[in-house]
């Protein structure tokens, strides 16, 4: 597929259809892809990759390309493209500035998982069909893909893309995810585990921002955390609280508008599961709303902007359980 | 040369707990991770931590002071208390030579005391590294990973843990351990460094372009239209700066209690928007900008500032972490060799 995307990229820059092309550069090993915006055929075909690794959401750089001048290409996988189509909705990016072209994938591998299986010093890493073969300063290893799928990929929302100027390869279908098992277990607990589950997981955040920064629901041009005179600006957790405060404010903010690409929790230094936050309000307003996805459909009213006499009464909160 | 086997470890960690609060990196479910000893603890043998050691001396946040107000009266409360005597056993190489660039910051007049308190309260036992990663490239600033500095140097061969003192506080720690400890030669320790020297031979980053980075340089590098490529995908979050041990810029703000002031200061980022906003503004307006400034500060400023030391310890944090795999190591390659 790295050879289609590639051509594709070529011919687009070549034709003059587009000025830049926003993809994947290959990095120092096989895993550290940047996102890249390639400006001639040469320097795509010297470093354009697209291989399991190259899982960054490359729909919020659209946000800044659309303010510049010319047409900027992008490749988005089926995921990528419920981004794309919500922050479209939210009328943050310049539609005729774009060519998106759509591009399938397989899933996308974390490697943090191989180091967790105590791979280490890796020298080079090849895909071959479900296998990945890892050479590393250690010793050859052989390596399943579906033991080090992304956490997000395991449990895949969609193998369709919902908007895209052109299409490579087959189109894929809405799938049956398991992605609300894991809510579903969270929701058992009783409030004192849950609440020790989140303080353990929160208490490593080190409030890099990288969540926020990287999400395509958080495009505000400054954010109230960055804003001295909000009174609630902070660059530090200041305790276990004020973690909590900040993530679950986020989580408030991008309610109904997150599309659960599983950003968040890629990014993370600190390996906090951050996209349950936000896994858990979507199955909530499925619950209390109606089934609804981010980003499937552009014309969709969202459940939190919208009114139905269907919807589900403010006191209802009190009959819940606990 | 002092030792122990590896099976009584727990001993000598427990006895050192006795005697004065200990550190040391532990593996948990997302890697490895220094933490206050509790008994049971075993040290990870984890090539490196996810944060760094520097949270020791230059914690993410800490209190500096507090103001009680009653009516017109306004009382100083001390809050201070970072006196208290400190073991970190099992940094790194990278980590202890971290030190170092950070002394050069906070010990050099104005003395930071609450850094300086910190640091002659610490006894570092520092641990040669055994399996280190792709992501390593201290060698590349001349730092031997097989020969770690700190109070204490030690070492793991043949079952056994190795010790030498470096400094009084080394030799006054290990003599408080000398009944858990045996005098063996130190035959083992070369063997085990000349494998670490091996295995760091083969590493992909250990030998990045240094040379190129010099202050007649300074303008030549600043202006460098590589920083627009190499900065378009930055996100501006501060990743790289809190994983990094010499990352030493701080904020410090005060926080109304509603009947006083908990002055308080935390790890600022030169990535943010609101960086040196106390003073007047963020001077740097674009990502670009900011993306420079960290990379010239290790690289150059640092350096012409500290006779030739550089600001980057090589410990490969930042190329792990880092949301987009932006990081150093590609910054020398573009700009101080690849051209």
Known sequence: MQKVIREKAIELLRSGKVDRVLGWKEGEFFYDQTPHLFLSPEEVERTFVYNGFSGANLSKYLVKEGLKEGVVAVFLKPCDTYSFSQLLKEHRIARDKIWAVGIPCEGKLDIELLRKMGIRGIKTIEEKGDELLVSTIYGEKTVAKKDVLAERCANCKSRKHVLYDELLGEEGEVLDSARFDQIEKLEQMTSEERFAFWQNELSRCIRCNACRNVCPACTCEKCVFDNADSGIASKAPASSFEEQNFHIIRAFHVVGRCTDCGECSRVCPQGIPLHLINRKFIKDINAFYGAYQAGENPDERAPLTNYSTEDMEPGDVFKKGE | ?339
């Open chain 2, 1 to 339: 040369m002092k030792s122990i086997s590896l099976s009584n470890l727990p001993e000598l960690l427990s006895a050192i707990a006795a005697k004065e609060a200990l550190y040391l990196p532990v593996d948990t479910k997302e890697g490895a991770e220094y933490k206050a000893y509790a008994e049971g603890d075993s040290l990870s043998l984890a090539c490196n931590t996810n944060r760094s050691a520097k949270d020791f001396f230059f914690p993410q946040v800490e209190d500096m002071a507090a103001f009680k107000v009653e009516g017109k009266k306004i009382e100083i409360i001390d809050v201070r208390k970072e006196t208290e005597d400190f073991v970190i056993f099992g940094a790194r190489a990278c980590d202890v030579k971290s030190f170092e660039v950070l002394d050069r910051v906070f010990l050099a007049d104005p003395v930071d005391t609450f850094y300086k308190n910190r640091r002659e309260h610490s006894t570092v036992v520092a641990l040669a590294c055994s399996a280190p990663e792709e992501t390593c490239f201290c060698s590349s600033f001349g730092i031997d990973a097989a020969e770690p500095q700190g109070d204490v140097s030690a070492w793991i061969a043949e079952g056994r843990m190795f010790f030498k003192p470096n400094t009084q506080k080394g030799e006054t720690l290990l003599s408080a351990l000398s009944a858990l400890l045996e005098e063996s030669d130190g035959a083992a320790v070369e063997k085990a460094k000349e494998e670490t020297r091996t295995i760091m031979g083969q590493l992909p980053l250990q030998n990045l372009p240094t040379e190129h980075f010099k202050p007649e340089k300074l303008m030549e590098h600043f202006n460098d239209p590589k920083w627009k490529e190499l900065s378009q995908a930055c996100i501006g979050c501060g990743t790289c700066t809190f994983v990094c041990p010499t990352c030493q810029c701080f904020d410090i703000r005060d926080f109304d209690t509603g009947n006083g002031i908990q002055r308080y200061r935390c790890w600022d980022s030169c990535m943010y928007s609101d960086f040196t906003q106390m003073a007047a503004d963020q001077p740097r307006h674009t990502q670009l900008e900011r993306f420079r400034q960290r990379f010239m500060h290790k690289l150059v400023y640092y350096p012409a500032n500290n006779e030739g030391l550089f600001g980057c310890v090589g410990c490969g944090r930042c190329l792990a972490k880092c949301p987009i795999s932006m990081n150093i190591a590609k910054v020398m390659k573009a700009l101080g060799g690849d051209k």
